[in-house]
């Protein structure tokens, strides 16, 4: 396993104990809980930084144990090759942004990349050119998370390991910095551990998703369906559950933008707010789920801009009321989460297999480009 | 008139004042870091050690310094089997002015050190630099200020040192006479010509290093959000 991460892992913490066995070799692993679940403890176990000798088990990381506590192996962090961006951004205030981008340029050396190619790929790929010359204390928060991140990237590692990395911005800062966690992903192709309270930002980015409760993992899955899960849906939707689909843009008209969904573009046509991004260039939709009708018939005359049909394909009872999952006609998207309340179901006899359609409001559509 | 031995006394004591501060910065750095960051069995006593010359009269220290070197004593040449040849001569000045600022730097160091965040260190190892080059990029200079100002601490300390001093190396003039014991001397003769001069050029060392302390504390690159670690 060239990329594959092994942990099995035992810290005693003072309300519970963090307890996990996972393997993986997914490129981009979240980990979702509550606050104090234990996510960041995991995330510096891994980065070596939290080093009590209560910890007992082992780390792996593409054959390389970094920690084994039978065989006494805890490797220090500057070991580990690792890029690591906490909450914090934990950027050096004494020197400048640039200087800060290059505080791991040594490290890049002796892993054999070549420092300042990869320099200059970041600083194109965030936009950071025209920061390169400010004072850390001077940045904006969404700035600092860009730092923060290039700055991981030059000094050549081999796992990111992201900590909340959007949870921090309001939400306009979040639509701008997502993009650029998307091109770092599909740019770089480093692997990628992300541990976040939000599932919007583990949908838009992670193939596979733990779900930690109190240091135990309840769940581990492709994070559509593992958010969608009755018993992970209400610690996911404590502000509201957003869908989180791809699309690539169409076409631009006075008042709207319009794309179609999937990676490539094969799914069917929405319309969405006017969004400032080229035709053909990828962006990231959030349906919140209580932003969604469901008819069973299609009606004229209604304001909603985007009736799609759709095949519900379950109906999970979450506390008091129900999420109906339906797939989009004509296409293998993760099915959208509707949330409806039980008289709706019974009204419109919401079963698996019954054709519907979605209405959508284009307002309702949150982009982030 | 006799300006020159007043001079002299003046080159001398900043001589070795600049010396002991030197070597207090040698030890005290890296003993700082220590009792900034590590856990370690007998750190509270080596703290109240390190201490001690702060609390108690300078002639006690001087006393037992005296006690430690003499000829039979612990650090004397009959029990090393070497001389150090400290007392009575310069050695004797640095050393007690060092033992008596040593305190002031240790103390303002750590509480420097300890504001640095430990957090940024972190990062910094994540990064693929060792503890020592963490040590030298990160945390030297986030602690700069307040080691600057604890240097300056140890530094006038030391100029202004006396009880130790006279028991340890004497108030010989023209081998171990400071500017502390040279007014002594001076105002017990009844010279007050000379004490008057040598009063002169305390104050104004002292209006100096105080002046430029504060300004050290307001200049552009000393802000104090570096040290939070923000």
Sequence with gaps: MENGLEIKLRVPLDQFVLKLEYTSAQPVIGVFGPSGCGKTTLLETVAGIRRTPSIAGAIRFGGTAWLDSERRVNLPPQQRDIGYVPQDHLLFPHISVKKNLLAGQARAARSHHDAEETFNDVVQTLHLEPLLGREVATLSGGERQRVALGRALCSGPRLLLLDEPLASLDITLRRRVLPFLLKVRDRFRIPMLIVSHDPFELQALCTEVIALRRGQMIACEPPARLFTRADIYPMAATHGFENVLPAIVTTHAAHKTSVRLGEDGSGPAVNVLPVEIEPGERLMLGFPANDILVATERFDGLSARNILPATITDVRPIDSHFIALAQLDGCALDPLAVEVTPDAVEELALRPGKPVHLLMKSSAIRAYS | ??????????????????????????????????????????????????????????????????????????????????????????????????????????????????????????????????????????????????????????????????????????????????????????????????????????????????????????????????LLGR
């Design chain 2, 1 to 226: 008139m006799e300006l020159e031995p007043v001079v002299a006394v003046i080159l001398s004591t900043l001589a070795w004042a600049l010396l002991s501060t030197v070597a207090v910065m040698i030890v005290g750095v890296p003993l700082a870091y220590l009792l900034a960051r590590r856990e370690f069995p007998g750190k509270r006593a080596i703290s109240a050690v390190v201490s001690l010359p702060m609390v108690l009269p300078p002639t006690a220290v001087g006393y037992l310094l005296l006690s430690l070197l003499a000829d039979n004593g612990p650090l004397g040449k009959n029990t090393l089997g070497i001389d150090l040849d400290i007392l009575l001569n310069w050695k004797g000045v640095v050393m007690a002015y060092a033992v008596m600022s040593f305190p002031l730097f240790v103390r303002t160091a750590r509480v420097s050190f300890e504001a640095v965040s430990p957090r940024l260190e972190a990062m910094s190892l994540t990064l693929g630099r060792g503890r020592l080059r963490t040590f030298l990029i990160v945390t030297l200079p986030l602690a700069t200020r307040g080691l600057i100002a604890g240097l300056i601490l140890a530094f006038t300390r030391a100029m202004g040192e006396f009880g130790a001093t006279v028991i340890l190396a004497g108030n010989i003039p023209g081998r171990t006479q400071t500017l502390a014991s040279a007014i002594y001397s001076a105002q017990q003769s009844g010279n007050d010509h000379r004490a008057n001069i040598l009063l002169a050029t305390a104050l104004g060392l002292g209006f100096v290093l105080v002046y430029v302390t504060e300004r050290l504390t307001v200049l552009p690159g000393f802000k104090t959000s570096r």
